[in-house]
Every structure is written in structure tokens, then in C-alpha cells.
T-cell receptor, first 113, second 113 residues
Framework: GDSVTQMEGPVTLSEEAFLTINCTYT??????LFWYVQYPGEGLQLLLK?????DKGSNKGFEATYRKKTTSFHLEKGSVQVSDSAVYFC????????????FGSGTRLLVRP | NAGVTQTPKFRVLKTGQSMTLLCAQD?????MYWYRQDPGMGLRLIHY???????AKGEVPDGYNVSRLKKQNFLLGLESAAPSQTSVYFC????????????FGPGTRLTVT
């Protein structure tokens, strides 16, 4: 079945370091892909999205490219800040009538000053 | 425009008690979803609705019931709470068109003792 696998955390970085969080997926059809972010004690917020192969989603300095050949959607940021500390979830949207989201298990990012 | 709201924010139940979680959205969205979040497991879909008066089972529906009598509200019920239902519950909604992203509420933290 459809699934999302993302790297386990926690990921600990110093401020201004480069960030990569790996995400791969298994899906039938052509799903849309998402990264959501969850700050402590809050709900999930959409960070970025991509709807077709080779699309690049970007927001707040974060980027991810929909790679169909490698079934990947890795999240990157060139220079992280302390305020980026959060849990990041990769997700895909099923293309059936439910449009359900399938989530990865989440990756906690901790950025130290 | 409040987006997606959830009531209550926190609740402690004893085993066997019942309760209802309320989700409300003011974006006129057709689709609504209930997820639970447990450590290391991402979010798992409990039930969902593709429109007023409809409901369907998700990945982990046992022990829960739902109703969607009004388009803007989606209720999640626990008839006889069990400790295994201790979790954080998130409601989400999405429009019928667009690029499939879902908008999440702030969550309800439920503890069953």
C-alpha cells in the first residue's frame, strides 16, 4: 500500500547549518506531496507542497523537489535558525475519492544557537 | 476567519467513560478528517467525511464513532474510553478542489486513566 518513510530523528544542528531531511514514498498513481511542520504544543502547518514530478515547493527558505524516478521529496534549507526547531512531517495525498493524507513518522529538528 | 477549531483542548477520562470531541471549520470545506498522533507513529486517520451527512472509516476506526450533521462540524465520539486511546487528536479539513492540502486544528490532548 501507499506509505511514506522519513529519516528518524532527532536531528541536531547548529544555527546556520545546512539541513536535509530525507523522505521517500511508495504510491500508486501520481500523489501530491507535502511537508508539514509542527511547533511545540501546536497543530500541523503546511510548509510546502508539490503536485507533479519535478515540481519544487518552497517556503520560508525551505525547499523540496518531487523526484518521481527516486520516489523522493527531501526537505532542505541552506541555513537553519533556532526558530526552525520543530517536528517535520512528510506526507502524500491519495488520489482516490478520499484524498486522505499518509504521513511519515516525523523528524524532530533541534537547532542550537 | 478562525480556520479549524477543536473543543476541548485537554481532557482526562477514566476508563469506560464517554466523550465527544468537536471540530468546527469556517472555510466551507467539503472534506473533514480525524487523526490521532502517537509518539513515533506520525498521524493515523481514524474517520473522515467527504461531505455533510457522510462518514467513512480510516486506518484506525475501532472504538470511535463520528457524525457530520452540519457541513462545518465533525464530531468524534468515544463511547467507552480505554487507556489505548490516550493520544493527541487532530481534526483537519480541505476543499473539494485545489491541490489537496489539509488544514489542521490545534489538537485535543486526551488522557485515559
Amino acid at each position: 500500500g501507499d506509505s511514506v518513510t522519513q529519516m528518524e530523528g532527532p536531528v541536531t544542528l547548529s544555527e546556520e547549518a545546512f539541513l536535509t531531511i530525507n523522505c521517500t514514498y511508495t504510491a500508486t498513481g501520481y500523489p501530491s506531496l507535502f511537508w508539514y511542520v509542527q511547533y511545540p504544543g501546536e497543530g500541523l502547518q503546511l510548509l510546502l507542497k508539490a503536485t507533479k514530478a519535478d515540481d519544487k515547493g518552497s517556503n520560508k527558505g525551505f525547499e523540496a523537489t518531487y523526484r518521481k524516478k527516486t520516489t523522493s521529496f527531501h526537505l532542505e534549507k541552506g541555513s537553519v535558525q533556532v526558530s526552525d526547531s520543530a517536528v517535520y512531517f512528510c506526507a502524500l495525498s491519495l488520489t482516490d475519492s478520499s484524498y486522505k493524507l499518509i504521513f511519515g513518522s516525523g523528524t524532530r529538528l533541534l537547532v542550537r544557537p | 476567519n478562525a480556520g479549524v477549531t477543536q473543543t476541548p483542548k485537554f481532557r482526562v477520562l477514566k476508563t469506560g467513560q464517554s466523550m465527544t470531541l468537536l471540530c468546527a471549520q469556517d472555510m466551507n470545506h467539503e472534506y473533514m478528517y480525524w487523526y490521532r498522533q502517537d509518539p513515533g507513529m506520525g498521524l493515523r486517520l481514524i474517520h473522515y467525511s467527504v461531505g455533510e451527512g457522510t462518514t467513512a472509516k480510516g486506518e484506525v476506526p475501532d472504538g470511535y464513532n463520528v457524525s457530520r450533521l452540519k457541513k462545518q462540524n465533525f464530531l468524534l465520539g468515544l463511547e467507552s474510553a480505554a487507556p489505548s486511546q490516550t493520544s493527541v487528536y487532530f481534526c483537519a479539513s480541505r476543499t473539494s478542489g485545489g491541490t489537496y492540502e489539509q488544514y489542521f486544528g490545534p489538537g485535543t490532548r486526551l488522557t485515559v486513566t
